[in-house]
Each structure stands twice: as C-alpha cells, then as structure tokens.
C-alpha cells in the first residue's frame, strides 16, 4: 500500500473544526442508539478519505440512530435539530465551512444498508497554479 500526499487549499484550524464536530456528532448517535436500544454492543465511527480526480472526499461513518429520512436535507440549516438538546447549530457550520472551502456535503445512510449515518463532504484539490493559502483563507491556512 502506497501513501500519497494529498494537496488541499484550506483553513487547517476550520477543516479540524468542522471534522472534530462530525466524529462528535457519530459517537453521540452512537451512545444514543445503545442507550435507546442496548445496541450496538460493538458501536464504531470510521473516518474514510479518497483521492478523487476532482477534489478530497471526507466521509465520517456510524452505526448510530442514523438520519431521518423526511427533510434529512434540512439537518444543515441552522436551528434544525432531531436532539432533545442542542441548538442545532452543529451540522449547519460544518456546512457552511465546506462551502467556504468550495466544497459540497452530504447526509446519507450509512453504507451497506445496516444503521447509521454517513457525512461525506468534498474539498477541491489545490491547483497547478501557485496560491498563498495565507492570502486565501486567512493565517491559518494549510497546504
């Protein structure tokens, strides 16, 4: 197995930000599913990242409670929330930070038709041209 190094323009401290809140997000979910059903007993949150010819794509795995299935779109606008608690403020920076970052986010079912959820988001890929991360989003920009 190969390791290739994958080239991004972006904020690292924003990137970090909206990815610690998604991994909060699916150990929740899961915790709360066990505490609702006393399942699962073997409760995971994965990370996935892929190389694609347009962009990185992040995905964020778990066999927690899962989205609903009405208005699942409407998760990411600020205010919604299927919580008892919380503002539902979470999943609606994660996405405007990956729009800031010209990328796209989506809410899915979690893979191979089991519970749970998926948040898969997609960032460009830095291009050929030279760009000062710094200029572009700020002094806590990576490469």
């Known amino acids: 197995m190969s390791i290739s190094r994958l080239r991004l323009v972006s904020d690292e401290r924003m990137i970090g930000q909206a990815l610690l809140?998604?991994?909060?997000?699916?150990g929740?979910?899961?915790?709360?599913?066990?505490?609702?059903?006393?399942e699962p007993k073997d409760g995971f949150v994965t990370l996935r990242l892929r190389d694609l010819d347009f962009g990185?794509?992040?995905?964020?795995?778990?066999?927690?409670?899962?989205?609903?299935?009405?208005?699942?779109?409407?998760?990411?606008?600020?205010y919604v929330t299927t919580r008892t608690k919380g503002a539902g403020l979470g999943l609606a920076i994660v996405a405007?930070?990956?729009?800031?970052?010209?990328?796209?986010?989506?809410?899915?079912?979690?893979p191979g038709g089991g519970p749970g959820a998926v948040v898969r988001?997609?960032?460009?890929?830095?291009?050929?041209?030279a760009i000062d991360p710094a200029a572009e989003y700020g002094a806590g920009a990576s490469q």
Not at 96 to 109: F, N
């Open 28 to 38: 929740e979910s899961v915790q709360a599913r066990r505490a609702r059903d006393g």
């Open 56 to 78: 990185v794509q992040f995905e964020v795995i778990d066999n927690g409670l899962g989205f609903p299935e009405k208005d699942r779109h409407r998760l990411i606008e600020p």
């Open 121 to 129: 988001f997609v960032l460009p890929k830095r291009g050929e041209e």
């Open 21 to 26: 809140n998604l991994i909060k997000n699916a």
């Open 96 to 110: 405007r930070i990956i729009e800031d970052h010209g990328g796209l986010i989506e809410l899915d079912d979690a």
